[in-house]
């Protein structure tokens, strides 16, 4: 079965700074990897997935994250900061081979923007 | 519309009743999923459809919890005899959603259920 662990509940970055957020994984196959966000009182919003290929993928907002398969991480970047970027960042996975569409969330890390 | 749909918006209900929560995904989409955000709390997959049939119910928290989808479009979630611990935000999404795809999810605004 798949899981995704997010160890961070919060993480504070001040404005300007480079922001990561942690995201690791566990499935029996080869997974498919996305990052939602949650702004306050909004839906969750798609920001980014890796399929394959290139093992950094660029997404909405400047975000972009790293795949890497050795440590089975899918941490979330961003070079500088904005107060704007302050949401909630879920991680998800999906087993590729997997027989079924189940999607699996982390816990969710609180991204704080200080100005 | 162009988006994900659910309806009530909120709900509060007394303990003991039972509550129907419902789910009109984006048109063509055939995969719907339904998960529960407690306060605090990420994400807690219940159950999904591809289609009309629900591969997966593992998620289910009790047999008071169930859900159909008809048409291969809008859904319901029931919850019977509500409990307090099942207040939360009930969040519906869908997909593409073909088997072995990458597609990501559209989700609704959510229904925050409050059981009293």
């Known amino acids: 079965a798949q899981s995704v662990a997010q160890p961070e509940d919060q993480v504070n970055v001040a404005e300007g700074n480079p922001l990561t957020v942690k995201c690791t994984y566990s499935v029996s196959g080869n997974p498919y990897l996305f990052w939602y966000v949650q702004y306050p009182n909004r839906g969750l919003q798609f920001l980014l997935k890796y399929i394959t290929g290139d093992n950094l993928v660029k997404g909405s907002y400047g975000f972009e994250a790293e795949f890497n398969k050795s440590q089975t991480s899918f941490h979330l970047k961003k070079p500088s900061a904005l107060v704007s970027d302050s949401a909630l960042y879920f991680c998800?996975?999906?087993?590729?081979?997997?027989?079924?569409?189940?999607?699996?969330f982390g816990k969710g890390t609180r991204l704080h923007i200080l100005p | 519309g162009a988006g994900v749909s659910q309806s009530p918006s909120n709900k509060v209900t007394e303990k003991g009743k039972d509550v129907e929560l419902r789910c009109d995904p984006i048109?063509?989409?055939?995969?719907l999923y339904w998960y529960r955000q407690s306060l605090g709390q990420g994400l807690e997959f219940l159950i999904y459809f591809q289609g009309n049939s629900a591969p997966d119910k593992s998620g289910l928290p009790s047999d008071r919890f169930s859900a159909e989808r008809t048409g291969g479009s809008v859904s319901t979630l029931t919850i019977q005899r509500t409990q307090q611990e099942d207040s939360a935000v009930y969040l519906c999404?869908?997909?593409?959603?073909?088997?072995?795809?990458?597609?990501?999810?559209?989700f609704g605004p959510g229904t925050r259920l409050t059981v009293l």
């Open positions: 999404a869908s997909s593409l959603g073909l088997a072995g795809g990458h597609n990501e999810q559209f």
């Open positions: 998800a996975v999906r087993d590729r081979w997997g027989r079924d569409d189940k999607i699996i």
């Open positions: 048109s063509g989409h055939t995969a």
